[in-house]
């Protein structure tokens, strides 16, 4: 199958949390994502439930100014994301359509979370400059995901992850928000974190674009280089003027 950031390919630039944390998250989630299958719960319900509750988290509370539990309810479902592989894995049942479930419900909780800052912004916390930022990280984050999805589809290994996969995006978004939204309860200052983790996470996002855009380039004119110095395949036309030619 197709190559991701745990996959056979070689990949170069692997982010940090993929690499480090993925692995620990995989000891401590397997004895709950085991209880969830001797429960008949499916990958799938997984996948969809923590969608949903991702969603729920991000458009309730985010466009309200509500970071605090807004963060609580999103962290609760996100980790989601980890179990529903975790069980399909134990369960010898990874499938693509687990795959391309995944795949896709990951962009739509993203488009949440992100569309839930953009509300704030263009509402109550009225800051144009930061709604923007907001939905540049929304698209940015798409657009990267889209360049690993589409060389992939066209036969390239893709073998860079760059400087802000997914788990980047989340836990620097997630963390500032969840922190800023203590303001409400006093903390003073504290707030500003989450504009500073926004810009961090666009000036990110466009890097690790710029690393996937050059890194398909360059796979892609290698592959055309090794295709034109490849012998052309034989044509049924070929083949029978091969035949009749001692
Ligand atoms: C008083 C304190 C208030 C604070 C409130 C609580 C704060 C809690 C904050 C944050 C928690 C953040 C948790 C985020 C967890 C993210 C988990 C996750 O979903 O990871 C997904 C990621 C990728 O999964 P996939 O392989 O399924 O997805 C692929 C990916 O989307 C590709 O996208 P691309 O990268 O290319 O853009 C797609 O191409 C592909 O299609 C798709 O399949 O999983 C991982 O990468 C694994 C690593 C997970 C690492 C989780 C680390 C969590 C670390 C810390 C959390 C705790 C922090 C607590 C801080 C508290 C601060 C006070
Ligand atoms: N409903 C699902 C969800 C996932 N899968 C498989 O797991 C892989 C993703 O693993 P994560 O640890 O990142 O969740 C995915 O590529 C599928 O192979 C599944 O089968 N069904
Ligand atoms: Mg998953
Ligand atoms: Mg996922």
Redesign the pocket.
């Known amino acids: 199958m197709a190559s ?3 996959a056979a390919t070689p990949t170069l630039g692997k ?1 940090m ?2 690499k480090y ?2 692995a ?2 995989t000891r401590v989630l397997t004895p709950f994502a085991a209880f969830l299958i001797r429960r008949g719960v499916s990958p799938d319900t997984v996948t969809l439930l923590g969608t949903a509750g991702v969603i729920a988290g991000a458009l309730v509370f985010y466009p309200r100014g509500e970071f ?1 539990w807004g ?2 309810v ?2 609760l479902f ?5 179990v ?2 975790n069980m399909a894995r134990q369960m010898g049942r990874s499938s693509r359509w687990g ?1 391309f479930l ?2 896709t419900l ?2 739509v ?2 488009g949440a979370i992100f569309g839930g800052f953009a509300l704030w912004y263009a509402g109550k916390g009225d800051d144009l400059a930061l709604c923007a930022v907001s939905i540049f990280c929304l698209a940015s ?1 798409q657009v ?2 889209y ?3 589409r060389g992939e589809s066209i036969g390239l290994p893709v073998a860079v ?2 400087l ?8 620097i978004s ?2 500032a ?3 800023s ?2 303001h409400a309860f006093g903390v003073p200052g504290i707030d500003v974190l989450l504009p500073i983790a926004l810009w961090i996470v666009a000036v990110g996002s466009l890097v ?1 674009l710029i690393q ?1 855009v050059v890194t398909v380039r360059r796979e892609s004119a290698e592959a055309e280089a090794e295709a034109a110095a490849a012998p052309a395949p034989e044509t049924p036309d070929t083949a029978r003027n091969s035949e009749a030619t001692p």
């Open positions: 991701r950031g745990h982010a949390l993929n944390a993925r620990f998250f605090f963060t609580i999103i962290t996100v980790f989601s994301d980890l529903d592989g795959a995944d795949s990951d962009r909780a993203d984050g990267v995901s360049t690993k999805a992850n760059g802000v996969e997914r788990a980047e995006r989340l836990v997630l963390v928000a969840g922190l939204g203590l690790t996937r």
